[in-house]
């Protein structure tokens, strides 16, 4: 069956960056993209970016360009977030999100259990 | 970029009761649109796809329509584990969006 399971929790100073995994199993890693998304404490989702596990290629939001790097290890089958400068405003839960057709326009179904980021002095 | 504007931003209703939700588009994104339900400390769950698909193993007292700019999730009659927050998520164009969300409470 579909896993993708995250890495844990991650307290950060401001300034820092940290990199999230979210290892894949269950299915063949290169056929479907991966989303990831955030939600700040008692907040709504928002959407972070994607990427095609085959070809490595990324979409980002202008609101993240240059702060946020999403990379794959096609050999572990793992999805990377990397969220540099980080601020307060960033402390959140950071989900995996893989979507289950090919092409990748489709909204992700199977889900990471979540990561808690927070960033704190 | 595409806003996805929900409404309402909550909602109170009781056990039976008919309930929908509303996302408009900035512009128009075809039907690529999915619907989600999440409960405290949960990652979402999709409920539709392509706007109104019923994922396998949702109930099927869920349903969702619409294309172009105006969707709809209509819950026919609601059940105790219903009581949760719904998020729909445009993906015809890179940014995908969410909606802000609607909390569903009971009354």
């Known amino acids: 069956q579909v896993q993708l399971v995250q890495s844990g929790a991650e307290v950060k100073k401001p300034g820092a960056s940290v990199k999230v995994s979210c290892k894949a199993s269950?299915?063949?890693?290169?056929?479907?993209?991966m989303h990831w998304v955030r939600q700040a404490p008692g907040q709504g989702l928002e959407w972070m970016g994607i990427i095609n596990p085959s070809a490595g290629s990324t979409s980002y939001p202008q609101k993240f360009q240059g702060r946020v790097t999403m990379t794959r290890d096609t050999s572990t089958s793992t999805v990377y977030m990397e969220l540099s400068s980080l601020r307060s405003e960033d402390t959140a839960v950071y989900y995996c999100?893989?979507?289950?057709?090919?092409?990748?326009?489709?909204?992700?179904?199977?889900w990471g259990q979540g990561t808690l980021v927070t960033v704190s002095s | 970029d595409i806003q996805m504007t929900q409404s309402p931003s909550s909602l109170s209703a009781s056990v039976g009761d008919r309930v929908t939700i509303t996302c408009r588009a900035s512009?128009?994104?075809?039907?690529?649109l999915g619907w989600y339900q999440q409960k405290p400390g949960k990652a979402p769950k999709r409920l539709i796809y392509a706007a109104s698909s019923l994922q396998s193993g949702v109930p099927s007292r869920f349903s969702g329509s619409g294309s172009g700019t105006e969707f709809t999730l209509t819950i026919s009659s609601l059940q105790p584990e219903d009581f949760a927050t719904y998020y729909c998520l445009q993906h015809n164009t890179y940014p995908c969006s969410f909606g802000q969300g609607t909390k569903l409470e009971i009354k």
């Open positions: 512009q128009g994104i075809r039907n690529d």
């Open positions: 999100a893989r979507v289950d057709c090919s092409g990748g326009n489709c909204p992700p179904d199977y």
């Open positions: 269950g299915y063949t890693f290169t056929s479907y993209f």
